[in-house]
Protein backbone atom coordinates (compact mmCIF):
# COMPACT_ATOMS: atom_id res chain seq x y z
CA UNK A 1 0.00 0.00 0.00
CA UNK A 2 1.22 3.33 -0.85
CA UNK A 3 1.78 6.05 1.76
CA UNK A 4 2.90 9.82 1.58
CA UNK A 5 4.41 11.31 4.98
CA UNK A 6 4.66 15.20 5.21
CA UNK A 7 6.71 15.80 7.54
CA UNK A 8 5.71 20.17 8.85
CA UNK A 9 1.88 20.36 10.02
CA UNK A 10 2.06 23.67 10.52
CA UNK A 11 4.64 26.51 9.63
CA UNK A 12 4.82 29.77 9.97
CA UNK A 13 7.01 32.31 7.99
CA UNK A 14 7.26 36.08 7.25
CA UNK A 15 6.68 37.43 3.74
CA UNK A 16 9.67 36.93 1.72
CA UNK A 17 11.41 34.01 3.53
CA UNK A 18 12.25 30.60 1.59
CA UNK A 19 9.81 28.16 1.87
CA UNK A 20 10.50 24.54 1.82
CA UNK A 21 7.84 21.75 2.45
CA UNK A 22 8.71 18.31 2.81
CA UNK A 23 6.96 14.82 1.23
CA UNK A 24 7.89 11.81 0.99
CA UNK A 25 6.11 8.61 -0.22
CA UNK A 26 6.49 5.08 0.04
CA UNK A 27 5.88 3.11 -3.01
CA UNK A 28 8.20 0.61 -5.16
CA UNK A 29 7.11 0.81 -8.29
CA UNK A 30 7.09 3.61 -10.85
CA UNK A 31 4.65 6.63 -9.03
CA UNK A 32 3.41 10.10 -10.38
CA UNK A 33 3.27 12.66 -7.74
CA UNK A 34 1.31 15.64 -6.70
CA UNK A 35 1.18 18.81 -4.78
CA UNK A 36 -2.55 20.50 -4.17
CA UNK A 37 -2.89 23.26 -2.42
CA UNK A 38 -6.43 24.73 -0.47
CA UNK A 39 -6.83 28.73 0.11
CA UNK A 40 -8.77 29.14 2.85
CA UNK A 41 -12.88 28.88 1.93
CA UNK A 42 -11.62 27.60 -1.80
CA UNK A 43 -10.96 23.79 -2.83
CA UNK A 44 -8.08 22.04 -3.76
CA UNK A 45 -6.81 23.39 -6.40
CA UNK A 46 -3.50 21.59 -8.35
CA UNK A 47 -0.04 23.07 -8.00
CA UNK A 48 1.83 21.19 -9.54
CA UNK A 49 2.62 17.20 -10.62
CA UNK A 50 5.47 14.98 -11.55
CA UNK A 51 5.03 12.07 -14.36
CA UNK A 52 8.77 11.80 -15.59
CA UNK A 53 11.12 13.45 -17.27
CA UNK A 54 12.74 16.59 -15.82
CA UNK A 55 12.89 15.32 -12.08
CA UNK A 56 12.36 19.72 -11.44
CA UNK A 57 9.18 20.44 -11.81
CA UNK A 58 7.73 24.20 -11.98
CA UNK A 59 3.90 24.93 -10.78
CA UNK A 60 1.16 27.52 -11.05
CA UNK A 61 2.48 31.07 -8.23
CA UNK A 62 6.44 30.63 -8.67
CA UNK A 63 6.26 26.96 -6.71
CA UNK A 64 8.34 24.03 -7.70
CA UNK A 65 8.85 20.81 -6.94
CA UNK A 66 12.16 18.05 -7.03
CA UNK A 67 11.46 14.40 -7.49
CA UNK A 68 14.50 12.92 -5.54
CA UNK A 69 14.08 8.72 -6.53
CA UNK A 70 16.97 7.56 -3.99
CA UNK A 71 15.02 9.57 -1.29
CA UNK A 72 11.63 8.74 -2.00
CA UNK A 73 11.01 12.67 -1.74
CA UNK A 74 8.92 15.18 -3.46
CA UNK A 75 9.67 18.70 -1.66
CA UNK A 76 7.62 21.55 -2.47
CA UNK A 77 9.95 25.08 -3.01
CA UNK A 78 9.38 28.66 -3.18
CA UNK A 79 11.77 31.17 -3.20
CA UNK A 80 10.23 34.07 -1.69
CA UNK A 81 6.61 33.50 0.23
CA UNK A 82 3.78 35.68 0.01
CA UNK A 83 1.06 36.61 2.14
CA UNK A 84 -1.10 35.09 -0.61
CA UNK A 85 0.14 32.16 -0.37
CA UNK A 86 -1.33 31.60 3.17
CA UNK A 87 -3.22 27.92 2.71
CA UNK A 88 -3.09 24.33 3.52
CA UNK A 89 -0.77 22.57 1.52
CA UNK A 90 -0.90 18.60 0.54
CA UNK A 91 1.61 16.12 -1.01
CA UNK A 92 -0.50 13.24 -2.96
CA UNK A 93 0.88 9.87 -5.28
CA UNK A 94 -0.61 7.28 -7.44
CA UNK A 95 0.72 4.62 -9.21
CA UNK A 96 1.98 5.45 -12.51
CA UNK A 97 -0.34 4.63 -15.48
CA UNK A 98 -2.68 3.46 -12.99
CA UNK A 99 -6.40 5.31 -12.71
CA UNK A 100 -6.71 4.64 -9.23
CA UNK A 101 -7.13 6.97 -5.80
CA UNK A 102 -4.99 9.29 -5.02
CA UNK A 103 -3.10 8.93 -1.33
CA UNK A 104 -2.43 12.07 0.24
CA UNK A 105 -0.70 13.32 3.29
CA UNK A 106 -1.61 14.85 6.32
CA UNK A 107 -1.20 18.63 4.57
CA UNK A 108 1.05 21.47 6.12
CA UNK A 109 -0.91 24.75 7.07
CA UNK A 110 0.97 27.65 6.04
CA UNK A 111 0.77 30.69 7.82
CA UNK A 112 2.42 33.61 5.98
CA UNK A 113 2.83 36.82 8.11
CA UNK A 114 3.21 39.82 6.52
CA UNK B 1 -18.09 27.54 -14.06
CA UNK B 2 -17.36 23.78 -16.21
CA UNK B 3 -15.72 22.54 -12.93
CA UNK B 4 -16.55 19.57 -10.87
CA UNK B 5 -20.07 20.70 -9.24
CA UNK B 6 -21.26 19.36 -5.75
CA UNK B 7 -24.43 19.49 -3.87
CA UNK B 8 -25.32 20.09 -1.50
CA UNK B 9 -22.19 22.13 -0.09
CA UNK B 10 -23.75 21.50 3.48
CA UNK B 11 -25.67 19.21 4.99
CA UNK B 12 -26.77 18.52 8.70
CA UNK B 13 -28.65 15.67 9.83
CA UNK B 14 -29.60 13.46 12.65
CA UNK B 15 -28.36 10.12 13.74
CA UNK B 16 -29.75 6.84 11.67
CA UNK B 17 -30.88 9.21 8.97
CA UNK B 18 -29.42 8.63 5.54
CA UNK B 19 -27.89 11.41 2.97
CA UNK B 20 -27.07 11.43 -0.28
CA UNK B 21 -24.28 13.64 -2.26
CA UNK B 22 -24.13 14.01 -5.52
CA UNK B 23 -21.49 15.04 -7.38
CA UNK B 24 -20.89 16.48 -11.38
CA UNK B 25 -17.91 16.16 -13.02
CA UNK B 26 -16.20 18.16 -15.39
CA UNK B 27 -18.28 17.18 -18.89
CA UNK B 28 -15.54 15.61 -20.77
CA UNK B 29 -14.05 13.39 -18.07
CA UNK B 30 -15.28 10.00 -17.50
CA UNK B 31 -13.16 9.10 -14.34
CA UNK B 32 -14.72 10.54 -11.13
CA UNK B 33 -13.59 9.91 -7.65
CA UNK B 34 -15.15 10.18 -4.48
CA UNK B 35 -12.62 10.70 -0.89
CA UNK B 36 -13.41 11.86 2.32
CA UNK B 37 -11.71 14.58 4.40
CA UNK B 38 -11.94 14.57 8.18
CA UNK B 39 -10.20 17.63 10.11
CA UNK B 40 -6.46 17.71 10.27
CA UNK B 41 -6.59 14.90 7.58
CA UNK B 42 -5.56 14.64 3.74
CA UNK B 43 -8.27 13.45 1.82
CA UNK B 44 -8.89 9.76 1.75
CA UNK B 45 -9.75 7.58 -1.02
CA UNK B 46 -13.36 6.14 -0.75
CA UNK B 47 -14.20 4.82 -4.64
CA UNK B 48 -14.27 5.68 -8.26
CA UNK B 49 -15.72 5.10 -11.57
CA UNK B 50 -14.51 4.74 -15.09
CA UNK B 51 -17.81 5.44 -16.90
CA UNK B 52 -20.51 3.76 -14.82
CA UNK B 53 -18.74 0.88 -14.02
CA UNK B 54 -17.78 1.20 -10.09
CA UNK B 55 -13.61 -0.38 -10.54
CA UNK B 56 -12.27 0.16 -7.00
CA UNK B 57 -13.43 0.48 -3.55
CA UNK B 58 -11.48 0.93 -0.55
CA UNK B 59 -11.72 -0.63 2.98
CA UNK B 60 -13.53 2.63 4.13
CA UNK B 61 -16.23 2.65 2.38
CA UNK B 62 -18.80 0.50 4.60
CA UNK B 63 -21.75 -1.12 4.03
CA UNK B 64 -23.72 1.67 4.79
CA UNK B 65 -22.12 3.35 1.92
CA UNK B 66 -23.23 3.27 -1.57
CA UNK B 67 -22.16 5.16 -5.14
CA UNK B 68 -23.41 5.11 -8.31
CA UNK B 69 -22.90 6.56 -11.63
CA UNK B 70 -26.02 5.40 -13.27
CA UNK B 71 -25.20 6.91 -17.09
CA UNK B 72 -21.58 7.88 -16.42
CA UNK B 73 -21.96 11.36 -16.26
CA UNK B 74 -23.25 12.45 -12.66
CA UNK B 75 -22.55 10.52 -9.48
CA UNK B 76 -24.25 9.96 -6.34
CA UNK B 77 -23.05 9.14 -2.51
CA UNK B 78 -25.28 7.77 -0.15
CA UNK B 79 -25.12 7.28 3.32
CA UNK B 80 -27.42 5.27 4.95
CA UNK B 81 -27.97 5.35 8.78
CA UNK B 82 -25.57 7.94 9.54
CA UNK B 83 -23.26 7.80 12.68
CA UNK B 84 -21.12 10.66 14.12
CA UNK B 85 -18.04 9.43 12.53
CA UNK B 86 -19.25 9.78 9.21
CA UNK B 87 -19.19 13.94 9.78
CA UNK B 88 -16.61 15.05 7.06
CA UNK B 89 -16.31 16.72 4.22
CA UNK B 90 -16.99 14.64 1.24
CA UNK B 91 -14.78 15.57 -2.03
CA UNK B 92 -15.18 14.57 -5.39
CA UNK B 93 -12.80 14.69 -7.97
CA UNK B 94 -12.56 13.76 -11.64
CA UNK B 95 -9.97 13.07 -14.19
CA UNK B 96 -9.70 12.17 -18.19
CA UNK B 97 -8.89 8.81 -19.43
CA UNK B 98 -7.12 10.75 -22.34
CA UNK B 99 -3.98 11.68 -21.34
CA UNK B 100 -1.90 11.17 -17.66
CA UNK B 101 -4.47 10.86 -14.73
CA UNK B 102 -5.23 14.51 -13.83
CA UNK B 103 -7.99 14.74 -10.44
CA UNK B 104 -8.98 17.95 -10.84
CA UNK B 105 -11.74 18.45 -7.24
CA UNK B 106 -14.96 19.92 -6.38
CA UNK B 107 -15.80 21.77 -3.52
CA UNK B 108 -16.93 19.78 -1.25
CA UNK B 109 -20.15 18.48 0.63
CA UNK B 110 -19.43 19.18 4.62
CA UNK B 111 -21.86 16.85 6.63
CA UNK B 112 -22.55 17.54 10.48
CA UNK B 113 -23.96 13.93 12.12
CA UNK B 114 -26.01 15.43 15.04
Known amino acids: AQSVSQHNHHVILSEAASLELGCNYSYGGTVNLFWYVQYPGQHLQLLLK??????LVKGIKGFEAEFIKSKFSFNLRKPSVQWSDTAEYFC????????????FGKGTHLIIQP | DTGVSQDPRHKITKRGQNVTFRCDPI?????LYWYRQTLGQGPEFLTYFQNEAQLEKSRLLSDRFSAERPKGSFSTLEIQRTEQGDSAMYLCASSSTSGPNIQYFGAGTRLSVL
Open chain 1, 50 to 55: YFSGDP
Open chain 2, 27 to 31: SEHNR
Open chain 1, 92 to 103: ASHSGGGADGLT
